[in-house]
């Protein structure tokens, strides 16, 4: 069997491959981010045209997948590839997956209902498209060839128009291959109080992350940051929720995680009765005090 894996950024064409490894002979990649080498049995890369969208790419795709003869497709879930994957699905005649945690035997693992629900899912068409949850599969385990393949920009009947692009502030937060993660709530009241969660996972080597209000209300942190049902899904070995309060739509995005602690100075939040270990507080006393022990 034949697996077409749709990406857009390298963390996740490596991971995406490393798990088509897992159910298919043969991995094809295509992505229109920065070309990926190493990773799939052929590499695909499509550069958008610097009037077009990449929502665009749709005729490319679709192209790319009928000539790959694959049968399953895994999906990156960023905003561009959504919109590739809900059209490829639609060109196939079968319906895209969201969110899936977990992939067996053609049977995939989601959460719905903002994360209070747990189904399964197995389409009954020919083809199958997945739209795969960061921190799923492994990504140290993708290999391939060196050799990538240009793609022909083939533009739609109807091509939208771009009137203008704006950069967004670089990145450099990784959250879906840390292994411990200190997230920060509204329980920091400043954003200067930030520096005593940087401090401690400077400490630890751990990635800081938010809740988020953090970052699409006061805008302290990037869209990056942000841990929870419309945000990242991340699986560390440990990790910190500091002045979050622990409601469901937070927690579906730690809660796979191998050990949550937490550090509220409310005794009676939600966090207190899902964590592993409870540290009751202010995190103004406690981060510094574990800050100063390591």
Known sequence: MNAFVLAETENGARELCAGARQIADEVTLFTFGNAVTGVA???????????????????????????????????EPTVRVTSLAGRLAAHANT?????????KDGVATSVYFGGTGVKESKPETDVSVYLISAGTFDGTQATGTDTVEEVEFKAPEKLAVKKGTAALPKSDIDLASADKIVACGRG????????????????????????????????WFPREAYVGVSGAVVKPDVYFAVGISGQMQHM???????????????????????????????????????????
Do not use: M, W
């Open 95 to 103: 319906a895209a997956v969201p969110g899936v945690n977990a992939l």
């Open 41 to 75: 049995d052929k590499c695909l890369h499509l550069q958008i045209p610097e009037d077009a969208i990449a929502d665009d790419a749709y005729p490319s795709v679709n192209e790319s997948f009928d000539a790959s003869g694959a049968k399953v497709v895994l999906a």
């Open 252 to 294: 579906v995005g730690c809660n796979d995680s191998g050990t949550v602690i937490a550090i509220n100075s409310d005794k009676n939040a939600p966090i207190f009765k899902q964590c592993d270990v409870g540290i009751v507080g202010d995190l103004k006393d406690v981060l510094p005090a574990l800050t100063k022990a390591l």
């Open 188 to 219: 920091f009241a400043k954003e200067e109080d930030l520096q005593l969660a940087r401090d401690f996972a400077s400490k630890i080597g751990a990635e800081v992350a938010c809740s988020r209000p953090l970052s699409e209300g006061v805008n």
